[in-house]
């Protein structure tokens, strides 16, 4: 990492520390985190490993059923609860990448958005999920059973600054959004990372070169559902629900279009990608479904106009 | 004395859905020579290489390789035995640098390629193996820079240096000269007579020159079968192989 590029996290980063003070509505900017994590595991097969799968709402979606579960069922902490979604969705990520990654192309995005909506239907019918109602009134709890995170007055920040339990809420999830961001920044700079790419500039060749591509394919596959999980459980956490849109195929349509407007294959294009349609769906709610129909033309503007997406066009800029 | 041979194929056949694309092929590598495969368009060459290495299920028959059958092994353990391929089109990874092209292939044997943990840093340590590789080709000075940009001759360079750094033991190039001007065809026979010192090489190739002053065995194929086999002046005069190429543009037997 060069010194621009640590100055621009550093910048960042304190962006995100002060985000809540300075006009930030905590639930959105949760809200943003939730997506960004998630387009940032989805970018993890689709940017570096050149996978496109087109089913990750499952793992974002049961992950939210798993840690709402969880919380609300078993009163387990959040943190537990999280951990729960997370290694749910790890599990379901072995078993469909077990099947998927035997399929290249389209066809490996068939067999995941087949998977996906099989889940879905799952969804619908199983009792645990409580079907179109969802699962309502998810607790936040206590993280660590010390720190609670709901609705129990908070002294004032050095008796001054008034905290809400929002705002507590937002610096859990800003915790573990870093910890699932340094995790997938960790593995594209690594050695892993260097067969993930190798594997999607040419695949043919990194076999004759002695890479079992298909066993890397389903590491990344995992880790990839894993942390889409993890987004999926912090996400029921904050909002304090899981319903049925998060496992729906829109979702997975959803984080395609984060990752390609922001710019697969960069570190920080899926942040910026989800955080942009997170904003446009807040902020241009008044106008109903007409949302549906900016975004869409937002989206077609962009792959005319910079098809490397936000961040891959201005990193091409810079580097030219 | 028997000869040792490091590849043999026993009556080698691949059928596609009725059409017989290569069929009963014996063929014998002597260890530490390289050996032609050519023939006309269509004569199921790459074909073999595919079936050699595993990228297609073979039909029927057996691959021997070092004294051990491997025919039922996975194009990744083939790879792990030594046996490394080229293809037709370069095989490099356009958007890595010229240096991490080699370095990918060099890291495999630090067993840490799961680590998913580790930082890259942990590879710095292979860097000077790799520049010494791309020295042997010529490419040092493009080191930093993306492949995607070298000219079509340094790329296919650059794919022998990337082969030449999992060491294999016996190197199959398919059409290594394929779509090159005089120059870049003259150094590449160079290259390959070079790293060829000590170990097997197994070539598709269609320029004649190339086969003729580098080759120590030819094989012809026509329709998936062997029709002569043995060195260039012996084989260049064989009736049967010249009928096989009448008409045939391609190939220009002196």
Redesign the interface.
Same mark, same amino acid.
């Given at each position: 990492m060069d010194k621009r590029t640590k100055i621009l996290y550093g910048i960042l980063l304190a962006g995100a520390v002060i985000a809540p003070f300075v006009g930030g509505y905590p639930l959105f900017l949760m809200s943003a985190l939730c997506f960004a994590l998630f387009a940032c595991a989805f970018n993890l097969l689709i940017g570096f490993t050149g996978l496109l799968s087109f089913g990750h709402a499952m793992f974002f979606g049961m992950a939210a059923y798993f840690c709402g579960h969880a919380a609300k069922v078993w009163g387990l902490t959040p943190e537990l609860a999280v951990l729960i979604g997370t290694a749910g969705a790890a599990a379901m990520g072995y078993l469909v990448g077990w099947l998927a990654v035997r399929r290249q192309g389209i066809y490996f995005a068939m067999v995941t958005l087949a998977l996906s909506q099989m889940v879905y239907f799952i969804c619908v019918q199983a009792p645990f999920t409580g079907a179109e109602d969802g699962l309502q009134n998810v607790p936040r709890g206590k993280a660590f059973g010390l720190i609670n995170l709901q609705s129990t007055p908070h002294d004032p920040l050095f008796g001054v600054i008034p905290v809400s339990d929002d705002i507590v809420m937002y610096y859990f999830v800003l915790a573990l959004f870093l910890l699932g961001f340094g995790?997938i920044y /960790? !593995?594209i700079?690594?050695?892993?990372?260097?067969?993930l +790419? #190798?594997i999607r500039?040419?695949e043919? /060749? !990194? *076999? #004759? *070169?002695? &890479?079992?591509?298909d +066993? &890397?394919k389903l590491?990344a596959f995992v *880790?990839s559902a894993a942390l889409a999980g993890m987004a999926g459980a912090l996400k029921a956490l904050s909002v304090g629900a899981a319903s049925l849109t998060d496992v729906s195929w829109q979702m997975s349509g959803e984080v395609v279009l984060m990752t390609l407007l922001g710019g697969m294959g960069t570190i920080l294009g899926p942040v910026l990608g989800a955080t942009t349609i997170i904003t446009m769906q807040n902020y241009l709610a008044g106008f109903g479904s007409w949302v549906t129909i900016i975004m869409g033309v937002t989206f077609v503007v962009c792959v005319l106009a910079f098809r490397r997406g936000i961040v891959g066009e201005i990193a091409y800029r810079l580097k030219r | 004395m028997s000869t040792d041979y490091i590849l043999e194929t026993q009556h080698l056949t691949k059928e596609f859905r009725g059409f017989t694309a290569v069929d009963g092929v014996n063929l014998k590598i002597v260890r530490g020579s390289i050996h032609a495969l050519i023939g006309p368009n269509g004569a199921g060459k790459t074909t073999v290489f595919n079936l050699l290495t595993k990228f297609l299920p073979v039909t029927a028959g057996r691959i021997i390789y070092n004294g051990r059958d491997i025919t039922a092994e996975k194009p990744a353990q083939i790879a792990r035995r030594g046996v490394i391929r080229s293809f037709q089109i370069s095989a490099v990874f356009p958007h890595l640098t010229v240096m991490e092209n080699v370095r990918v292939a060099l890291q495999r044997k630090l067993g840490t390629s799961f680590h998913f943990w580790k930082s890259d840093a942990s590879l710095t340590h292979l860097n000077d193996r790799a520049m010494q590789l791309l020295d042997e080709v010529d490419l040092t000075r493009f080191a930093d820079i993306e492949t995607v940009a070298l000219p079509y001759g340094r790329k296919r360079a650059l794919e022998i240096a990337t082969t030449l750094a999992v060491d294999p033991e016996l190197m199959l190039l398919d059409e290594p000269t394929q779509g090159m001007g005089h120059e870049d065809v003259g150094r590449v026979v160079e290259l390959i007579r070079k790293v060829s010192a000590n170990r097997s090489v197994l070539m598709v190739e269609h320029n004649m020159s190339v086969v003729a002053n580098l080759c120590d065995t030819i094989t012809v194929l026509a329709r998936g079968a062997v029709l002569a086999e043995g060195p260039y002046a012996e084989v260049s005069k064989n009736p049967q192989v010249l009928e096989a190429y009448v008409g045939s543009s391609e190939m220009e037997i002196v």
């Open positions: 995790v /960790r !593995a700079y690594s050695p892993f990372g260097q067969v +790419k #190798s500039e040419n043919p /060749r !990194a *076999l #004759s *070169l002695g &890479y079992d591509v +066993k &890397y590491m *880790l | -």
